[in-house]
């Protein structure tokens, strides 16, 4: 999605929160942009291998690099990521318990409060679940 006008990508991480399917014209374009990422991916990690086959690749990613595709793509490549999820309905009911915890712990002589918390969680499109972290701020 990278490679996405914002309201493109804005609507493309909408439907997939809402698990509904794209307009094929946005999803035509989602799939270049895919495979463009896809191409610079497989570029970086075979000149990387190809100078320190040894070594373990971390890719870092915002959500909108967060799809199916690419995830297969890193698992095939042998490389560790840490990607951002967009928040949807599921993963906000997911991490609600500590959104709660930190709305709590805020007080005046306290007015910054944050919670990180791990959880797994697997969309319906991802072959695989995927450990996340999600970080909550109060006061910020």
């Not at 610079?40 to 690099?65: A, F, N, Q």
Request: glycine share 4%; charged share 30%; hydrophobic share 40%.
């Amino acid at each position: 999605i990278g490679y996405l006008p914002p309201a493109d990508v804005q609507a493309v991480l909408r439907a997939r929160a809402e698990e509904k399917a794209l307009p094929s014209e946005l999803q035509h374009r989602l799939d270049i942009a895919t495979q463009k990422i896809e191409r610079v991916l497989r570029l970086c990690v075979h000149r990387i291998r190809s100078h320190w086959p040894t070594v373990r690749i971390l890719v870092r990613g915002d959500s909108h690099y967060c799809g199916p595709e690419v995830l297969e793509l890193l698992r095939r490549l042998d490389c560790r990521y840490i990607l951002g999820l967009a928040i949807n309905p599921k993963l906000d009911k997911l991490a609600a318990p500590w959104r709660e915890q930190c709305a709590n712990r805020t007080k005046p002589a306290r007015p910054k409060v944050r919670r990180f918390h791990q959880l797994t969680y697997k969309a319906r499109s991802w072959a695989m679940a995927a450990r996340g972290e999600r970080k909550y701020c109060m006061g910020e």
